[in-house]
Nanobody, 125 residues
């Protein structure tokens, strides 16, 4: 079965930057087949969708809270998606999770195939 492994995260100062990665394992990854999704959950709050990255590297559904600061990308040769977070703020603190999904193209109905383990990002106040 597919496994999705995340790396990155940690404690950063306000205004700093951090990069997260999300790599899919356990199958022959087809870059024209799966979307990548990124989510976060702030303390005491529900899950917030941050982006959907299509199989052709188009970016959708980025909320205004992170738009212009967070950069989403994918590298199909490495079966990996990256999240580069710039100008971090205390309200960005939370658990960041990625997932692979179907159907391709960031269109409903979405089905999440593999989930990363999540990683903690803490921005000091």
């Amino acid at each position: 079965q597919m496994q999705v492994v995340q790396s990155g995260g940690g404690l950063v100062q306000p205004g700093g930057s951090l990069i997260l990665s999300c790599t899919a394992h356990g199958f022959t990854f087809n870059g024209s087949y799966y979307d990548f999704h990124w989510f976060r959950r702030a303390p005491g709050q529900g899950r917030e969708a941050l982006s959907c990255i299509t199989n052709t590297a188009e970016i959708y559904n980025v909320p205004g809270s992170v738009k212009g600061r967070f950069i989403f990308s994918r590298d199909d040769a490495k079966a990996t998606s990256y999240l580069l977070m710039n100008d971090l703020r205390p309200e960005d603190t939370g658990i960041y999770t990625c997932a692979t999904g179907l159907p391709p193209g960031c269109r409903p109905p979405a089905r999440f195939v593999g989930w990363g383990q999540g990683t903690q990002v803490t921005v000091s106040s």
